[in-house]
T-cell receptor, first 115, second 114 residues
Framework: GAVVSQHPSRVICKSGTSVKIECRSL??????MFWYRQFPKQSLMLMAT?????????EQGVEKDKFLINHASLTLSTLTVTSAHPEDSSFYIC???????????FGPGTRLLVL | GQQLNQSPQSMFIQEGEDVSMNCTSS?????WLWYKQEPGEGPVLLIA?????ELTSNGRLTAQFGITRKDSFLNISASIPSDVGIYFC??????????????FGKGTLLTVNP
């Protein structure tokens, strides 16, 4: 399977600050990357689909101005949680795919704790 | 929207036993995927199924894509302690555009007692 990295693996921040999470596709050029959020003991919920060179498509209920996604290259997508609040504390996981219909490979996740 | 019902929610078994879990959907999927997630990690793909009726094995794991395209099951034979984790099914419609996104089941937590 493909190798996907995320950085940082965990982050603690103060309420009101912004946090940037990086997702890198190490094995192939990923035209499509997905961002998920997972709360404790729950399933993965898709937040947005990120296509290289174009604007991300957000799922219903996900604020695009709060969760900024940039997919500037075929190997890197970033998710910025702006003005983070404690309720944003979660496990954020990205996945990459060579194309929209290709198999998704997941990163190791980023644990965000907002105090 | 599409919903996946995954069962059981959790299982406690003895090492060596076989395990079966399944997912059912309210609508058709063109692809079924099974992932395993360990604590603090991202999901790892176990098996991908692309055709109705398909039966695919990966070592001690076997999964099938239901004929109706609304269900799938995963079997684990002769379980071992390292099988512990949360198993997720995921479905995909493959109809283009945003429909390539995955819909996940709620997961089955597997505990194996040595």
């Amino acid at each position: 399977g493909a190798v996907v990295s995320q950085h940082p693996s965990r982050v603690i921040c103060k309420s009101g600050t912004s946090v940037k999470i990086e997702c890198r596709s190490l094995d192939f050029q990923a035209t499509t990357m997905f961002w998920y959020r997972q709360f404790p003991k729950q399933s993965l919920m898709l937040m947005a689909t990120s296509n290289e060179g174009s604007k991300a498509t957000y799922e219903q209920g996900v604020e695009k101005d709060k969760f900024l996604i940039n997919h500037a290259s075929l190997t890197l997508s970033t998710l910025t949680v702006t003005s983070a609040h404690p309720e944003d504390s979660s496990f954020y996981i990205c996945s990459t795919a060579q194309g929209a219909g290709e198999t998704q490979y997941f990163g190791p996740g980023t644990r965000l704790l907002v105090l | 929207g599409q919903q996946l019902n995954q069962s059981p929610q959790s299982m406690f078994i003895q090492e060596g036993e076989d395990v079966s879990m399944n997912c059912t959907s309210s609508s058709i999927f063109n692809t079924w995927l099974w992932y395993k997630q360990e604590p603090g990690e991202g999901p790892v793909l176990l098996i991908a199924l692309y055709k109705a009726g398909e039966l695919t094995s990966n070592g001690r794991l076997t999964a099938q894509f239901g004929i109706t395209r609304k269900d799938s099951f995963l079997n684990i034979s002769a379980s071992i302690p390292s099988d512990v984790g949360i198993y997720f099914c995921a479905g995909r419609t493959d109809s283009g555009g945003s429909n390539y996104k995955l819909t996940f089941g709620k997961g089955t937590l597997l505990t194996v007692n040595p």
